[in-house]
């Protein structure tokens, strides 16, 4: 049975559904910065941008759940139409609103292979620190790296940091 002050979650990706039950706080990062989202919130729409989304709450194993997310977007309803006033548990919770995750890419913090992460990281933090260095000094041998390169490998690197990030793996910092 659902807290008082939850509310419906989910998370969903083209493959599967991540998520779907109650949460008392779902705390993710958007383009306007970190967003914590309670009972009650105000409708929302927004981008999400790579990050460790949380989800807490009695519905939660562990009291607790982290998800990479590489992007998407968040939908905050104060409190959406109920299709079946049957149920009045689930209209309570849907009652104190639902928070929706659209992500193109994300991963249960418990499915992340930290070590082909912590691997990851580190080809792209070779990666990225090699063509900064190039850009610095002129390229060297030919010319300098293309800006669309640079930008791929720091964004392999920041992909890579937020699945070791959700799994909790310091280390890589």
């Known amino acids: 049975m659902a807290e008082d002050n939850e509310f419906a ?4 990706t083209p493959e599967r559904i991540l998520l779907e039950g109650t949460a008392s706080e779902v705390v993710l990062r958007t383009a306007e910065g970190d967003s914590t989202y309670l009972a009650g ?5 927004g981008a ?21 997310l590489h992007g998407g977007f968040v939908q905050v309803e104060s409190s959406p139409p109920v299709a079946d ?3 009045v548990g689930e209209a309570a919770v849907l009652s104190r609103g639902r928070v929706t995750v659209l992500a193109g890419v994300a991963e249960l913090a418990a499915e992340v292979d930290v070590e ?3 691997a990851a990281f580190e080809r792209a933090e070779a990666r990225t620190s ?9 390229g060297g ?7 669309g390169e640079l930008a791929e490998a720091r964004a392999a690197l920041r992909r890579a940091q937020v699945r070791l990030d959700a799994a909790g793996s310091a280390e890589h910092a």
């Open 9 to 12: 979650v989910s998370v969903v």
């Open 41 to 45: 919130h105000s409708d929302l729409v």
């Open 48 to 68: 999400v941008e790579p990050g460790v989304l949380r989800v807490a709450g009695s519905g939660v194993e562990g009291g607790e759940l982290r998800i990479a």
């Open 85 to 87: 006033e049957a149920d």
């Open 116 to 118: 082909r992460a912590r």
């Open 130 to 138: 090699e063509l900064e260095s190039e850009r610095r000094t002129g």
């Open 141 to 147: 041998e030919g010319e300098e790296p293309a800006a």
